[in-house]
T-cell receptor, first 112, second 112 residues
Framework: SQQGEEDPQALSIQEGENATMNCSYK?????LQWYRQNSGRGLVHLIL?????REKHSGRLRVTLDTSKKSSSLLITASRAADTASYFC????????????FGKGTKLTVNP | KAGVTQTPRYLIKTRGQQVTLSCSPI?????VSWYQQTPGQGLQFLFE???????NKGNFPGRFSGRQFSNSRSEMNVSTLELGDSALYLC???????????FGPGTRLTVL
């Protein structure tokens, strides 16, 4: 399978805590992207990390990529109730079909 | 810049009917991708169009088709609707493949 697998499937934390979500995959990638989806709405792009990059930051978000372990993690620091959403990793496999493939997502709940 | 727009937002059809969904990408984006999202299967890639040509296709039956116009607007069509076609259909535009995708709000299709 070319798609990523997010872990955990669901995560519940308190406001102010950090949230970490992981994505594992099996194929070589061109890049990996993280998206957020609020209930029943479109996805919002968060961060794109290329296969030759190891870490990227955007505000309270930090994404790491370990191509040797074929895994990525998304860290949200000092989480807020507004961060409650589903988070998906999408990856562009290297070679083969050039389509963005998504995992099943991690459902994050931040309790006020 | 205006975001990706999708019309209609909600649609109710009966089995056997056909439906056409529309997507207007962000100005300047020539790549438009379509995804089907269901609770059971998650986000699945349908197809991608670039400069009016279908560049990539997912594993969906021929009842699912699409096209892209010279102004980059795209439509997807589903013929002979089945109950299992009930889903959120998401359109995303990007400058080119491998880039970040900008998603529309989706069209919620219910097949009765």
């Amino acid at each position: 399978s070319q798609q990523g697998e997010e872990d955990p499937q669901a995560l519940s934390i308190q406001e102010g805590e950090n949230a970490t979500m992981n994505c594992s995959y099996k194929t070589s990638i061109n890049n990996l992207q993280w998206y957020r989806q609020n209930s029943g709405r479109g996805l919002v792009h968060l961060i794109l990390i290329r296969s030759n990059e190891r870490e990227k930051h955007s505000g309270r978000l930090r994404v790491t990529l370990d191509t040797s372990k074929k895994s990525s993690s998304l860290l949200i620091t000092a989480s807020r109730a507004a961060d409650t959403a589903s988070y998906f990793c999408g990856l562009f496999p290297q070679g083969g079909s050039e389509k963005l493939v998504f995992g099943k997502g991690t459902k994050l709940t931040v309790n006020p | 810049k205006a975001g990706v727009t999708q019309t209609p937002r909600y649609l109710i059809k009966t089995r056997g009917q056909q439906v056409t969904l529309s997507c207007s990408p962000i100005s300047g984006h020539r790549s438009v991708s379509w995804y089907q999202q269901t609770p059971g299967q998650g986000l699945q890639f349908l197809f991608e169009y670039f400069s009016e040509t279908q560049r990539n296709k997912g594993n969906f039956p021929g009842r699912f088709s699409g096209r892209q116009f010279s102004n980059s607007r795209s439509e997807m069509n589903v013929s002979t609707l089945e109950l299992g076609d009930s889903a959120l259909y998401l359109c995303a535009s990007s400058y080119d493949k491998y880039n970040e995708q900008f998603f529309g709000p989706g069209t919620r299709l219910t097949v009765l």
